[in-house]
């Protein structure tokens, strides 16, 4: 009786030992070196997965950055500066300080200023509404409103406001990650400065539709005048297409254009009612 | 048994409200506005300035570009404006403006009735004609005519089909034209044979029209190689691929065209286009447009130069009913609601439907149940219960791979769900990304 146990004891030891040293063999054959730092990396980016860097994910973005010399065109816009200076140290390197963005909507299209002259009934998404026509209004450059960015945010940022039928970015949640410019076919998000307080200054119509024309359908249509382009002390304004841009990039929220605009199409927002010198704001950017 | 497509398809009440009503001419529109891009391809470019004065059938924009026609002044007058205009869609389209005056004919156009029949003519002649005239597929792909019959080298046409199905419902512009000029359809059928060196001709008809049936079987007798098939009522037996399936029993290849398979399609419209470039030289520029709808006062087939606002259609069937809903250009299975309708006729234009705010109204979409009546109508043997979630989620591989190319968009799968699920919005959202991915590959 004892014998047998004895056997069988040994025999599963050594079947035992010998499934160790096959494995052991096969693992060292097949062993892949990934390098330590990948996770270390990993581990200080904030695990959105949201795809702002251009890169598949965090995990990816983080071999991207561990394989690449620099951080040539390597940043992530939802962890920000914070994140890219803590990597740097991880990787030895020099952090490249990067200005905060946020997203905004370059239409003002709501109800009010835009009637609507049909309706839609099919299904709701932007991206399929704009695939089959023009939309509920004249406008064949704005907003449609079906909320493809509000779905595409992951970070709650976009919510859309019932009363104007237009989507509203909430600042301090938004991480310029860029879901919602690509989820909106009308191309009408874009990434701009971000400045303290979160003021903004931009003209929020994309029409390049002839001025008439545009503001046929749209009493706040940027009608390609021009005005705040010559007003503009700081060459921050671009004419093109019939459309005034602002850089944001250039501008330096004098506020000067927001008068000049005969149709209303430059917002300012953030600003205390009353006009005062904004040299302060100027010099320094917030984060 | 009669000839039918074998998998899916579904049975629409047809509606034919206008069929057996003679072709009625309507009074020149004042002023027309004729697209540049009324073809598949790229727009063509006008040659024409504001302030020309043109004459119908002139030329006045010339197709660049491979899948591109020529258009074709549809009235006499002077170019009031060459600018943007909203098309079907909404979206704004290059247009040239023309302020009727009078009815003058550019030289060399028959635009009289009488019949003529002149087959010594070469093929290559007849292609040259049809390219110049500017005709596209009538039937609403406006696929331009030229490029078909120029079959490509290394493969053969062996037949031409002809389709005179009209699956839709309600549209009876073919129906009407195959009452009304069979003999010209003969004709030209004779003409696109030539032209393509083939030695049979095959016409599809649903038997829900057997009047044109018959009344084309008699002419085919007289002419060779030209047989007519009457088939089972189906939809979506008007597609391409349908139709080639029910009468030849040959299945295009996933991704291939017709002449894979040694078949050329036509449509009844276009044949009759071809008679009238070839044999009147008369370049395309006016059709036959069904306009019907339950509430209006009289549903008819007009004949319409190319150009004129739907609102004067409307109004000469009687005027819009009250309780439209929607004003649909082409067919309610595969048509287009309208934003305005102060949009132009257009080649593909093919009948304007006027729904009732009650018909045209939608259902919940509820949840899918599998119960797959979907995959089981779809004529291209596809799964669009499971094409629909993979496009919401933008998988395009998996799409890519389950063949969402193949889809013909004929709305049979939106139109069985009893869930309402919009499912061709779906497909048809995630086959032009994957479509854009394969261009981006080719590249």
Known sequence: ?287 | MLKTFPKGGVHPPENKLSAHLPIRQIPLPPSVTILLSQHMGAPAKAIVEKGDQVRAGQLIATGEGFLSGNVHASVSGKVTRIDEVQDASGYKRQAVFIETAGDEWFEGIKSDDILEKDFDIDGQEIIKRITEAGIVGLGGATFPSHVKLNVPRGKKAKFLVVNGVECEPYLTSDHALMLEKGEEIMVGVQLLKKALNVKLAHIGIENNKPDAIRHLKELSAKHEGIQVHALKVKYPQGGEKQLIRAITGREVPSGGLPVDVGVVVFNIGTVYAVYEAVQKNKPLIERIVTITGKDIKQPSNFRVRIGTPISALIEAAGGLPENTGKVIMGGPMMGKALGNSEVPVVKGTSGILILSDTESSRSIIQPCIRCAKCVSVCPMCLEPYLLMPLAQQNKFDTLEAAHVMDCIECGSCSYICPASRPLLDYIRQGKSSVGKIIRSRKK
């Open chain 1, 1 to 287: 009786m004892s014998m047998t146990i004895l056997y069988t004891v040994l025999t599963l030891s050594l079947l035992g030992a010998v499934a160790a040293l096959v494995l052991y063999q096969v693992a060292q054959r097949f062993k892949v070196f990934e390098d330590p730092r990948i996770d270390l990396v990993e581990a200080e980016l904030p695990a959105a997965n949201c795809g702002g860097c251009g890169y598949a994910g965090c995990r990816n973005f983080a071999e991207t950055l561990v394989k690449s010399d620099s951080f040539d065109g390597l940043f992530c816009p939802v962890g920000g500066n914070d994140t890219m200076a803590r990597i740097a140290a991880v990787l030895g390197r020099e952090a490249v300080a990067k200005e905060a963005r946020v997203a905004v909507l370059r239409c003002n299209g709501t109800c009010e200023f835009r009637p609507r002259t049909n309706v839609y009934d099919g299904t709701k998404s932007c991206a399929i509404a704009s695939a089959i026509y023009s939309g509920e209004t004249g406008c064949t450059y704005g907003c449609l409103g079906f909320g493809d960015c509000v779905t595409a945010c992951t970070f709650d940022a976009l919510h859309m406001d019932e009363k104007t039928g237009l989507p509203v970015v909430e600042d301090d949640k938004c991480t310029a990650c860029g879901a919602c410019v690509k989820a909106c076919p009308r191309n009408l998000f874009e990434l701009r400065k971000k400045w303290k307080g979160n003021k903004k200054i931009y003209v929020a119509c994309s029409n390049e539709e002839k001025g008439g024309v545009a503001r046929k359908n749209c009493t706040v249509a940027c009608i390609g005048c021009g005005k705040c382009f010559k007003v503009c002390p700081y060459d921050a304004i671009v004419m093109k297409n019939n459309l005034a841009f602002i850089d944001s990039d250039k501008c330096k929220l004098c506020r000067k254009c927001v008068a000049e605009c005969p149709t209303g199409s430059i917002i300012e927002i953030g600003f205390p009612p009353k006009k005062e010198k904004t040299a302060e704001e100027t010099a320094s950017v917030s984060n």
